[in-house]
């Protein structure tokens, strides 16, 4: 990717080729749920995306501020997502760069990512980006009803 690359905040406008990505990173979505979720999320968290000359979306993060009893004030990255056709590019350390700052600039104390066992080339990207793995979990969810 060349020096045209610019990271924005995600509009609504961004919701199809958003969906198309995270559809890559296995979760498939409609266009209009990812636009009503645009809205939602609104300014608290960090929503980015990098975009190309064209200003079309090749990348995502998305991260939140958290304050949790036992570990205090972080930031956590809930979605990174690099178009296939784009990656190692440098797009992902851009975005995560971009949630590091923002991180350091509201004051957390940490970042933290989560991410699947079945990714086996984020467990290569994160460590050489300093992140530490510190444990493996099991996710539970069920409907709310």
């Not at 990098?50 to 501020?65: M, P």
Request: glycine residues 8%.
């Amino acid at each position: 990717m060349d020096g045209t690359l610019r990271i924005r905040r995600m509009a609504e406008t961004d919701a199809e080729v958003v969906a198309m990505l995270a559809g890559e990173l296995g979760y498939p979505n409609e266009t209009e749920a990812i636009r009503a979720r645009v809205r939602a999320i609104g300014e608290p968290d960090l929503l980015l995306v990098a975009v190309d000359a064209s200003d079309e979306a090749v990348g995502f993060i998305q991260a939140h501020r958290v304050c949790i009893i036992e570990v205090g004030f972080r930031v956590e990255i809930l979605g990174l997502v690099v178009s296939s056709s784009a990656r190692r590019s440098g797009i992902g350390r851009r975005l995560i760069a971009e949630a590091e700052r923002w991180a350091k600039s509201i004051g957390a104390e940490a970042i933290s990512v989560r991410s699947n066992t079945k990714r086996t080339e984020a467990h290569l990207f994160y460590p050489a980006l300093g992140y530490t793995k510190i444990k493996t979990q099991a996710v539970y969810e069920k409907a709310a009803q």
